[in-house]
Structures are given as C-alpha cells and as structure tokens.
C-alpha cells in the first residue's frame, strides 16, 4: 500500500550542485507533478506529466528538469541547485479513475548553502 | 488566472471551539474545489472536495460546501479537538486536468486543550 514514495526525505546541498528527487507510484496513475512548498506561498506547481513520455511545464519550472521514462516514475532535477531552490518539495499522481483526487508523496525537504 | 484566498493564519482555538478558515477562490469555468490537511512532518492528505455548486464536501467532522454566487469554500468544524491542530490548504483544479491544483496559502489551527 505503498502510493507515491519520494526519496530522499532530507538532502543538504551546496550552492551549484546537482541532485535528483526521486519519486515513485504504484497506483498506475496517469498524471504526476511536482510542487515545491515555501513559508506563505502554499504549493506551488514546477512541472508535470500527463503520461509517459509527455512532461510541461507548470508555474514555477526554471532551474528544475523533469522525465517521464515509465508511468511509475517521474523524477525531478535541480540542474544547479541555489539558496532559492530551499524548500520542501511534494510530489503527486492522480487519473481519471481517482475522481479528481490528487495523492501526495511524503516530502523532501532540501537545503541548499 | 486561477487564484485561491484563504484567510491568514495561524488561528488558535480552545478544544470544542466552532472553526471557519474562510476561502473564496476566483477561476474560469468550473472548477472544483478542495480542502487539504498537513500535519506537522507529513505530507498533505486530501480532506474533502466538491465538484459543483452547491455540493457538500465532508469528512471527519469537518464541511465544506461550493458556493458559485459567492465563489467561496469555507471549511467548518462544529468542535474542534486537539489533534486538528494542523494547516489547511484551500484549492481548485480548473478542470484542465486533474493534474494541476492552485493552492491558497494555508491556514495553520493550533487547538489547545
């Protein structure tokens, strides 16, 4: 019953180096995104996929990449990780089938310094 | 665009106390609508959602009903208990596609005993 598992759930990095967020779903979900979440600002979306394949860009895309291999994964690249990019980030998955509910990873929370 | 306001935070209320976190949301077509709950170190887990007007979403005590002539979404608890203490999170999805939801800000609720 695992849903959607994002890894790592704490990362600390320096200023100009990159990571990848992982981020999986076993619920055979269409649709996956990523949100970052920031004191005051609510979620706010960075890129999405429709399905394998098929990624775009949401409100908040710049300094981040995105792929969509296989309709279970959808992991999300800081290409040149900077202090702005600190935040708490969520990823989500959902489809026709879930009536509109959007299921939510756990959280990763990412320092950079 | 789509836009959700909610009412800032944080509310602090005494265990049995009636809640209203407010939201009024301004979005194209119709949307629906979504409340949202973060416990503390967690991730957000949908709390209830309605998809037209004049639809009642509920759960675990708490409401919420869509109002078009007022585009609001005011979540209520008739007696809130300590383990409410948590921010909620207003949103919509404008129907595009259940993969991109706005967010209003969040409201934090401490309840105290």
């Known amino acids: 019953n695992a849903g959607v598992t994002q890894t790592p759930k704490f990362q600390v990095l320096k200023t100009g180096q990159s990571m990848t967020l992982q981020c999986a779903q076993d619920?055979?979900?269409?649709?996956m995104s990523w949100y970052r979440q920031d004191p005051g600002m609510g979620l706010r979306l960075i890129h999405y996929s429709v399905g394998a394949g098929i990624t775009d860009q949401g409100e908040v895309p710049n300094g981040y990449n995105v792929s969509r291999s296989t309709t279970e994964d959808f992991p999300l690249r800081l290409l040149s990780a900077a202090p702005s990019q600190t935040s708490v980030y969520f990823c989500a998955s959902s489809d026709r089938d879930s009536g509109n509910t959007i299921y939510f990873g756990e959280g990763s929370w990412l320092t950079v310094v | 665009g789509d836009s959700v306001t909610q009412m800032e935070g944080p509310v602090t209320l005494s265990e049995e106390a009636f809640l209203t976190i407010n939201c009024t949301y301004t979005?194209?077509?119709?949307?629906?609508l979504f409340w949202y709950v973060q416990y503390p170190g967690e991730g957000l887990q949908l709390l209830l959602k309605a998809t037209k007007a004049d639809d009642k979403g509920s759960n675990k005590g708490f409401e919420a009903t869509y109002r078009k002539e007022t585009t609001s979404f005011h979540l209520e608890k008739g007696s809130v208990q300590v383990s409410d203490s948590a921010v909620y999170f207003c949103?919509?999805?404008?129907?595009?596609?259940?993969?991109?939801?706005?967010f209003g800000k969040g409201t934090k609720l401490s309840v105290i005993p």
């Open positions: 979005a194209t077509g119709y949307p629906s």
């Open positions: 949103a919509l999805d404008s129907g595009a596609g259940s993969y991109q939801l706005t």
């Open positions: 619920m055979n979900h269409e649709y």
